[in-house]
Structure formats: structure tokens, C-alpha cells
């Protein structure tokens, strides 16, 4: 760490410096980091592959695809978003102007995890760089070809003392969150969240934490059940159930309980065959913590389909559970894999209910095409945001803005929401110096007639 340091230094000196603050300079690192991407997609999809044996078209679509689609957002819109803009001005301040600035926070450090490494960890960066920061980068030690990767391709392209990446384990990310930056981007649990936020606090450096938690989906009876089983397999199943926006746990109307789970069972082996053991397409938990955590999971309910696992491949089958005990560790603790519980519900109020008694999700999606149970729903409950009739797509798209509340995080970002992370906007008045009235200053004798007229 004696030489992270010493670089930690090395970057806020190169930030006092000024030369990320330039527009050209922001839009040519962007450019560079398309470049990097572009050249290097064959070897970063072969990296996710090795740590989560994720099928090309997956990856390249949540991994590389979000990223580029970010560049491609921030070097369109730069010049505008950087430029400052004027803000109105009551009579009393007059004569004056007053204009806010965009400004770079300064050192940066930008915390990610494992399920989507890539992403997850460039994605911010793009904002970061966007918005004239320098960058301290951390990938997660458990995508351990992918963080070694980063960690290659950004030495390659960038100096140091611009943007870094710093790999290693829980030691490492200790001795980062010790020293002082001056914004914290973390993606990650919960737990560890609340880790990164207490060693934020000496410093009051301001953080924005992409936490996880239990996202409910809600399954009423007045849609297709074809589409939403369909649409929900593929949400909970796409990289193994390790996404931290796929439907946690199923409410689903009593009436329509039997046909969703047989549309589940169709999708899911129109999707990956009868054994997804043998599938392309179906990828594989991160590691042996992970696969016995889930495993343990699966004496929590009935297991109506799949079930199978196999620890030497870290491979869990797609599997639905029905009637989760209410307490256990599977309907309180966020899944995280493959393992769909399924609850049913007979009044609206009941899956409320549900929901409620948890903390606040990242996600909800309810699968309705009733107007009314559609507005109760999302008026009614608080989560990070969602879909209504779909499920985990709403990251597709860099104009929706993406973070949790409460317990599943705090801050957004994404295209625009990514650059005004990353930017202190600093409001400035400049006043005029031909007028300086003398009721302002003390002795006020009878000014408060005056105070009154201008303030009241
Ligand atoms: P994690 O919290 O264990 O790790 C995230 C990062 O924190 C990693 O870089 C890791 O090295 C570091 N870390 C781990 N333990 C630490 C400690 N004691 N002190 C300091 N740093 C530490 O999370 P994970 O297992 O990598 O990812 C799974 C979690 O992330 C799930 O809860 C999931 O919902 C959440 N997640 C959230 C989002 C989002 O965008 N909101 C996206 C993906 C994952």
C-alpha cells in the first residue's frame, strides 16, 4: 500500500493541476476509454466468462454495451452539461448576477463488485471522468480474471496519477477507505455499505452507495401469463440470479399461481434445455461461499423445480421453492442466485404487506394491466425503481436513473444523473459596486421598514 499511496498523492496533486477540468481533455479520456473497450471486447468477455461462465451475448449486452452506451451519452452532451447557467435573483440582492458552476469533486474513488465487474465498476467512472475528477478504481478480488484484467487494460491507457486501478482484497479496500477523497462511489451489499459510510464520516467525504436488499415482484391476475413468466425467468435467471435487481421473491395472485409457475417451468426450459447444466447460456455462482450460502437456502421451502446442484462446477439449476418459511434466511436474506420463492396472495394488501415488513428494495415489479392496482402499488410502497409488466430492464436505458433508498442505497446515476454525481455545483452571486445601500448595515435605527419592503 506504500506505493498506492504514494500515487493517492501523486493524484491529487495532478488534480490541483486544473488539466481534467478541460473539455477537450474529458472528451479525449472518454474517447480513450471507448478506444480501450472497443480494441479489448474478445478478452473482456473471455475474462467474465472465466469468472462466471457468462454466455457472450449476456455479457456483452450488460457488461460492455451499458458502458459504451454511458460514453457515448456523456461525449454528446459534455459541452452542454459542463456549461455554467444563470439563476434568478430576488429584488434585495440587486443590483447582481448569479450563475451556478459545474465543478469536479477532485479525488474520486469508485468501489465495485463482483456479479457484473465490468459494468459495475466503469459505468461510474464514465461519469467520474466526465465530470473532470481523477480516479481511484477498485474491482472485486472474487471476479479475479476480470479485476486483473481492468487492472491491465487501465495501466496500458492512463497514467496513474489520473486514473488508477488498485486490486486486492478486504486489507486493500481498508487502507483506500482510510485515506481522504473527496467522493465515494460503492457498489455493493448492505453490510459492507454501511462499512464504507463510517469511513467516509471522519473525512465527511459524501458517498453514494448501490446497495442490494429483497426486490418483491408482484404478479396480479390481469396480465399474459406467457409474457410475464417469460419475462420473469429471464429477469431472475440472466447471470445465475446474481444481479442485484432481479425479482428476489414472487407475490403472485391465488388464482393465477398454477398457470405463472407452469409458464415459469416452460420458459425457463425454453430457455436452457431440460438440464441448463449443459446450456451455453446459463452461467455458473462466483464461488464456493456464495454456492453454499445458496444451498443452504433450499431447505427453506419446498422445491417444486430444479433443485440440482453440483459444488466442483459451482453450478445451481434454475429453481422455483413454494411455501418459503416466513423467517428463514431465504425470505429475509437477499438470494442472490438462482432460487425463486414463490408466495401467493389473495388481496393486494396482504403482498403489500410482504413487502412492507422488509427493508426498502432496490427493485419492485408488478405485473398488472389493472390501472388501479397499478397506482396503489406505486404510490404506496418505497423502493428504488422498477417495471411495471417487465423486470430488471429498466438499466437498460442511460436517460432512467438508477439507485435505491433506505436500506438498498443512496444516489443515482446514469447518463446525466452520473455527471451531477460526480459534480459539486457551486452557485456564485457577483454583485454589482455602484450600489451599496445604507439601510443594510447597522445602525439599523428604522431600516427593518426596509427589510420589510424588499424581504416580506
Ligand atoms: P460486497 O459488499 O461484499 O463487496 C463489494 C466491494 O466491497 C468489493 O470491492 C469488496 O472488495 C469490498 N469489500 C468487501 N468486504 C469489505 C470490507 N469488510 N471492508 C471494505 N471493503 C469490503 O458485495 P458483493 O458480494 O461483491 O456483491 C453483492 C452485493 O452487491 C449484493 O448485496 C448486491 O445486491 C449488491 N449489488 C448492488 C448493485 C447496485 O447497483 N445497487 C449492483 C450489484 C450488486
Known amino acids: 500500500m506504500q506505493l498506492a ?30 478506444r480501450m473497450i472497443r480494441t479489448n471486447e ?17 455479457a456483452w449486452a450488460s457488461e460492455i454495451a451499458l458502458v ?36 469536479p469533486y477532485g479525488q474520486v474513488l469508485i468501489m465495485a463488485p463482483w456479479n457484473y465487474p465490468f ?9 467520474a471522468i466526465a465530470a473532470g475528477n481523477v480516479v481511484t478504481l477498485k474491482p472485486s478480488e472474487f471476479a479475479m480474471n476480470t479485476s486483473q484484467l481492468i487492472g491491465e487494460l487501465f495501466q496500458d491507457t492512463f497514467a ?12 486493500v479496500n481498508r487502507q483506500l477507505l482510510a485515506h481522504r477523497f473527496d467522493y465515494i462511489f460503492f457498489t455493493g451489499s448492505p453490510q459492507v455499505g454501511r462499512l464504507v459510510m463510517s469511513a467516509a464520516a471522519p473525512h465527511l ?11 418483491p415482484c408482484i404478479v396480479d391476475r390481469s396480465v399474459d401469463l406467457k409474457t410475464a413468466g417469460r419475462r420473469i425467468a429471464w429477469g431472475k435467471f440472466y447471470n445465475t440470479g446474481q444481479t442485484c435487481v432481479a425479482p428476489d421473491y414472487l407475490l403472485v395472485h391465488k ?98 404487506e410482504v413487502i412492507e415488513r422488509a427493508p426498502h428494495p432496490l427493485a419492485l415489479y408488478l405485473f398488472s394491466n389493472d390501472k388501479k392496482i397499478q397506482d396503489t402499488v406505486m404510490s404506496s410502497v418505497a423502493f428504488g425503481g422498477g417495471c411495471l409488466n417487465d423486470c430488471v430492464v429498466q438499466l437498460g436505458a442511460s436517460s432512467i436513473p438508477f439507485g435505491g433508498v433506505g436500506a438498498s442505497g443512496m444516489g443515482r446515476y446514469h447518463g446525466k444523473t452520473s455527471f451531477d454525481t460526480f459534480t459539486h455545483f457551486k452557485p456564485i452571486l457577483k454583485r454589482a459596486t455602484w450600489s451599496d445601500p445604507q439601510f443594510r448595515y447597522p445602525p439599523y435605527k428604522d431600516h427593518l421598514k426596509y427589510f420589510k419592503f424588499f424581504l416580506d
Request: without cysteine; negative net charge.
Open 5 to 34: 499511496n504514494h500515487l493517492l498523492l501523486q493524484q491529487r496533486s495532478f488534480f490541483q493541476s486544473g488539466k481534467t477540468r478541460s473539455l477537450e481533455f474529458r472528451l479525449e479520456q472518454l474517447r480513450k476509454l471507448e
Open 42 to 58: 474478445e478478452k473482456i468477455l473471455a475474462a467474465l466468462h472465466q469468472d462466471l461462465r457468462k454466455p457472450k451475448a449476456e
Open 68 to 103: 459504451l452506451e454511458e460514453i457515448a451519452v456523456m461525449t454528446k452532451n459534455l459541452k452542454a452539461w459542463s456549461k455554467s447557467s444563470r439563476l434568478p435573483i430576488p429584488l434585495a440582492l440587486q443590483p447582481a448576477s448569479a450563475r451556478i458552476y459545474p465543478d
Open 119 to 127: 459494468q459495475l465498476l466503469l459505468s461510474p467512472a464514465v461519469g
Open 160 to 171: 496513474p496519477e489520473y486514473l488508477m486501478v488498485i486490486e486486492g482484497g478486504v486489507e
Open 205 to 215: 467525504t459524501p458517498v453514494t452507495l448501490e446497495l442490494g436488499g429483497k426486490s
Open 255 to 352: 388464482s393465477v399461481r398454477q398457470e405463472l409457475l407452469h409458464s415459469l417451468v416452460d420458459a425457463i426450459e425454453s430457455f436452457y434445455g431440460k438440464d441448463p447444466k449443459t446450456s451455453p447460456d446459463y452461467g455458473r455462482i462466483i464461488n464456493h461461499r456464495h454456492f453454499d450460502r445458496l444451498i443452504n437456502y433450499l431447505k427453506d421451502g419446498e422445491v417444486l423445480y430444479g433443485g440440482q446442484f453440483d459444488s466442483h462446477q459451482l453450478y445451481i439449476s434454475p429453481t422455483l421453492i413454494v411455501q418459503p418459511v416466513r423467517d428463514s434466511a431465504l425470505m429475509t436474506e437477499e438470494s442472490f442466485g438462482p432460487l425463486l420463492p414463490v408466495l401467493e396472495y389473495e388481496h393486494l394488501r396482504e403482498a403489500l
